[in-house]
């Protein structure tokens, strides 16, 4: 009988299927969009299917997209506490994962966090602070 890595559940020699690498580029893509809620939606589909520690990465990455999303949507505590979460789940994977900087991704989510905590109550920030401030996914060279 033929050997069917995908079967088997055997990951090639980097780890991830050419699936798992399309899959996590188009989160990134959407992540990059401003398309949170999407973003979250492939990230949790990679995060559920993942068994490894490497899944974490899934996790912060679609935590700090749902914190933007409720930053956007005026739900400050819940912005605080995803960010925070999804940066902390990075930590392990520090510097970069998969050619993804996520060092600067989670100072920038942690930048963020500081920024919006430091408003007072009902505040928001301005489409300018907003921009300037907005996480970023970078490739790690």
Known sequence: MDHDPQRD??????????????RFD????????GAWF?????LEHL????????????KGIL?????LLHAENGNHA?????????????????PAWFGVDLAALRDEALRLRATLAALPPG?????????????RVRRAD
């Open 38 to 42: 999407t973003c979250h939606e492939v």
């Open 9 to 22: 559940g055997d990951r090639p020699p980097n780890g991830r299927t050419p699936d798992e690498v399309r």
């Open 78 to 94: 819940g912005a605080l506490r995803l960010l925070e979460r999804g940066a902390g789940h990075l930590v392990p994977f520090l």
């Open 47 to 58: 995060w559920l299917d993942e068994t490894r520690p490497e899944r974490d990465v899934y």
């Open 26 to 33: 188009r989160a990134l893509a959407l992540f990059e969009a």
């Open 63 to 67: 935590q700090i997209a749902v914190g």
């Open 123 to 135: 505040q928001r920030l301005d489409a300018e602070q907003w921009k300037e401030l907005l996480p």
